[in-house]
């Protein structure tokens, strides 16, 4: 007859103990995470009602359909739930392989420039978004610019391109392998060369997530716009239609999901005069 369960869990050696504490601290970590943030994520949703009605009064193509906005929301919200854990063990990832290599990461805070008397609250948030934006996009151009070139990255990116009705739900129609390369790169390297404090952490996420989004949302959106002092400096619902168009043309360019000055200096920039 067997050992208990908690005799045999005892006597297991030490290296299964290990894994199994750090298995249910994670899944505890994982379920707090979710149920934190995914309402969150749905409410995040609500940015859309200015642009769905927008696309529907002043289209840039067929008009989408609501079953076009509901299906895209359903990927998000399972790409979210899928693609966590990922992004969880990259950072734990780079966190413990910064330990094992003995790297001394920087100390990023911004509690410094929070304490600057009188403006510390709105530069904060300004130094705040700058930051979420430059490192987003950094990230976001190159990995971008892989899922172009990779066969591998390709079979999960094309689900994003296979919208037939550019639209504002759009931005949320990721794959969630690709949603997870996207996390988990930028995750692992900022866990090798960065400490960053938990809640801080947590604050840059909650505005990126925002600030990305949204922007996302605005250039997915099928509005028709002609924004030609715009359309050089910020990538605007008229220049990324180009990235979404079957032209042979428009093949690999316009990568960029907010400043387009990585597009202008690797000289993968298209744009045009086309409202």
């Given at each position: 007859m067997g050992l208990p369960l908690q005799e045999a869990r005892q006597s297991d050696?030490?290296?299964?103990?290990?894994?199994?504490?750090?298995?249910?601290?994670?899944?505890?970590?994982?379920?707090?995470?979710?149920?934190a943030v995914l309402p969150l994520i749905l409410k995040l949703q609500l940015l859309l009602i200015p642009f769905v009605l927008l696309e529907q009064f002043l289209p840039a193509g067929n008009r989408p359909r609501p079953r076009d906005y509901l299906l895209n929301t359903l990927i998000l919200v399972t790409t979210f739930v899928m693609?966590?854990?990922?992004?969880?063990?990259?950072?734990?990832?780079?966190?413990?392989?910064?330990?094992?290599?003995?790297?001394?990461?920087?100390?990023?805070?911004?509690?410094?420039?929070?304490?600057?008397?009188?403006?510390?609250?709105g530069l904060k948030l300004i130094v705040v978004?700058?930051?979420?934006?430059?490192?987003?996009?950094?990230?976001?151009y190159w990995s971008h610019r892989l899922e172009h070139r990779l066969p591998i990255l390709w079979e999960f990116h094309k689900l994003h391109h296979s919208e037939q009705r550019l639209n504002?739900?759009?931005?949320?129609?990721?794959?969630?392998?690709?949603?997870?390369?996207?996390s988990a790169f930028p995750a692992f390297t900022f866990g090798l060369v960065l400490r960053l404090d938990v809640a801080e952490a947590a604050s840059l996420g909650v505005y990126a997530s925002?600030?990305?989004?949204?922007?996302?949302?605005?250039?997915?959106?099928?509005?028709?716009?002609?924004?030609?002092?715009?359309?050089?400096?910020l990538v605007t619902p008229q220049v990324h239609r180009i990235?979404?168009?079957?032209?042979?043309?428009?093949?690999?360019?316009?990568?960029?999901d907010f400043l387009l000055v990585f597009d202008i200096i690797f000289w993968h920039v298209l744009q045009t005069s086309q409202g």
């Open positions: 050696p030490p290296i299964f103990r290990a894994i199994r504490i750090v298995f249910v601290s994670s899944l505890d970590n994982y379920l707090m995470i979710v149920k693609s966590l854990p990922l992004g969880m063990l990259a950072g734990a990832g780079g966190a413990a392989a910064r330990q094992h290599l003995g790297l001394h990461p920087l100390n990023l805070s911004f509690q410094g420039v929070g304490a600057v008397p009188y403006i510390g609250t978004m700058a930051a979420t934006l430059v490192l987003h996009d950094l990230w976001f504002s739900s759009t931005w949320a129609r990721d794959h969630f392998l690709q949603a997870a390369w996207r925002y600030i990305t989004s949204a922007l996302s949302m605005f250039y997915h959106s099928g509005v028709r716009l002609h924004l030609p002092w715009l359309n050089p400096v990235h979404h168009s079957v032209d042979p043309g428009h093949q690999n360019k316009n990568f960029a």
